[in-house]
């Protein structure tokens, strides 16, 4: 099942009401059928018994001209296992990004990239003033030329980013966005330390109104493309990752509450 949704390019989030007739995993997609490689959102739901009910929410800080929503078992071809219950668009409160104007300039830019990297060629992409620069590359490669692991990096000196396309390619919009924002951060606070720009990246990531999964899937993407790499700091890095999530939706919870 396929729902178009005339987004606009607005922000919103999208609720759907979904039950089970009978146990089974949903697949979710919301993506730019215009584009390959350009899905905004993509989960897999477990339904454990006939009955369950589930409530979807799926923000959309970010969007395109007109949306896709994809709604499907995962192990069949028909739509006999679920029922679409509710479907409603809801209003998005705006973004309360507080940041320099050099950051606001590097996420607009980093969001526009993020939207086409699925379908753009390799090359230098440079924003409007020519402030940030980005090297998108087949793949990111070491001094010897082997292919390295990771999606991005940065010279701490210039702040221009390498890219590699082969890995955002596969993935959704929003962790591309966190990426790049974790990126930004080894060259605006500088440090090499990967914890640190993880924290100040998923700020930024979380006041705009993305995922917060997406933010936990892009510290763990490439570990799970790379299982030999896994070890204590990153299985640490996920955790401080996941508590900083936590926190901060209780500290929005407090806040409403006390609103």
Not at 156 to 185: A, M, N, W, Y
């Amino acid at each position: 099942m396929v729902i178009p949704v005339p987004s606009n390019k607005g922000r919103f989030k999208i609720r759907i009401g979904i039950k089970a007739n009978i146990p089974f995993n949903m697949g979710i997609k919301a993506f730019d059928a215009t584009r390959p490689n350009t899905h905004y959102f993509r989960r897999k739901v477990p339904f454990n018994k006939p009955n369950d009910f589930r409530e979807i929410v799926i923000p959309m800080p970010i969007s395109p001209e007109t949306l896709s929503v994809a709604l499907f078992d995962k192990h069949r071809v028909d739509d006999r296992a679920f029922k679409i219950e509710s479907f409603k668009i809801e209003k998005m409160s705006p973004s309360e990004v507080w940041a320099s104007k050099d950051m606001h300039d590097f996420i607009e830019f980093a969001q526009d990239f993020s939207k086409k990297a699925g379908y753009v060629d390799t090359g230098f992409y440079h924003s409007k003033d020519y402030q940030f620069l980005f090297h998108y590359l087949p793949q990111i490669t070491g001094q010897f030329g082997e292919t390295l692991i990771t999606p991005a990096r940065t010279n701490r000196v210039t702040g221009r980013h390498q890219i590699s396309q082969d890995l955002f390619k596969q993935f959704t919009i929003p962790i591309r966005i966190f990426i790049l924002l974790h990126e930004r951060q080894h060259f605006t606070i500088p440090t090499r330390e990967e914890i640190p720009a993880d924290l100040g990246a998923l700020k930024l990531y979380l006041d705009m109104g993305y995922p917060t999964i997406e933010a936990v899937y892009a510290a763990t993407k490439v570990f799970r493309l790379h299982p030999e790499t896994i070890g204590a700091k990153q299985v640490e890095r996920t955790k401080v990752i996941i508590d900083f999530i936590n926190n901060y939706k209780r500290e929005k919870h407090i806040k409403r509450k006390v609103a």
